[in-house]
Nanobody
Framework: QVQLVESGGGLVQPGGSLRLSCAASGSIFSINAMGWYHQAPGKERELVAR????????YYADSAKGRFTISRDNAKNTVYLQMNSLKPEDTAGYYC???????????????WGQGTQVTVSS
């Protein structure tokens, strides 16, 4: 069984910063990639940033470029999202996603964390 546990959300003023963390644990043979999605009320869940686990290549949504940085700690199976210059429109639930193989005999699958709320407001 795979678990993704997120932390680091909260209330921050516009222009402020937050750092989200997501630790993957349980039965993990290999990780392909991890990333962060956000979902505002009434809207679809959207990819914010993703990082390839082996090569470290990153992808950012246009709204995140220049403000957010995704990084990983391979030894801890943990991904981070440093969010700077936060705007009210960044307010959303942020969900960790991992594409991984639980064991050598299974294909890769996507797993989700429970989500952490980020609210940007004065």
């Amino acid at each position: 069984q795979v678990q993704l546990v997120e932390s680091g959300g909260g209330l921050v003023q516009p222009g402020g910063s937050l750092r989200l963390s997501c630790a993957a644990s349980g039965s993990i043979f290999s990780i392909n990639a991890m990333g962060w999605y956000h979902q505002a009320p009434g809207k679809e869940r959207e990819l914010v940033a993703r990082i390839d686990w082996n090569g470290g290549n990153t992808y950012y949504a246009d709204s995140a470029k220049g403000r957010f940085t995704i990084s990983r700690d391979n030894a801890k199976n943990t991904v981070y999202l440093q969010m700077n210059s936060l705007k009210p429109e960044d307010t959303a639930g942020y969900y960790c996603n991992a594409v991984l193989r639980p064991n050598y005999s299974t294909f890769s699958a996507a797993y989700w964390g429970q989500g952490t709320q980020v609210t940007v407001s004065s």
